[in-house]
């Protein structure tokens, strides 16, 4: 079984920054893609960006220049690190991966519990 369990966020007011942690465990092989969803209320659920093994790093034009994705592949461990925040980044975040559980085995999806972020003008 694999778990992400997210930590961080909270609310702060507009202008200022959160960062958001979420580690993979459980029985995991390999672990390709790492990143962050999002969902306000009464929205669907939006990309806001991901990362490869390698470090490169995708993200939607909303967060671009504010928002940044790292991650530890030995901690199996992918961060959000989030600038400038504004009333509209106030949703739940969720950390997504893809994770091989056991050699050969299809990549699965797995998601985080989520993370409210709050932020107030």
């Known amino acids: 079984q694999v778990q992400l369990v997210e930590s961080g966020g909270g609310s702060v007011q507009a202008g200022g920054s959160l960062r958001l942690s979420c580690v993979a465990s459980g029985r995991i092989f390999s672990t390709k893609n790492m990143g962050w969803y999002r969902q306000a209320p009464g929205k669907q659920r939006e990309l806001v960006g991901d990362?490869?093994?390698?470090?490169?790093?995708d993200y939607s034009d909303f967060v671009k220049g504010r928002f940044t994705i790292s991650r530890d592949n030995d901690k199996n461990t992918v961060y959000l690190q989030m600038n400038s925040l504004r009333p509209e980044d106030t949703a739940v975040y969720f950390c997504h991966a893809q994770i091989m559980q056991y050699y050969q085995d299809p990549w699965t999806d797995y998601w985080g519990q989520g993370a409210q972020v709050t932020i107030s003008s």
């Open positions: 990362i490869t093994p390698f470090g490169r790093t």
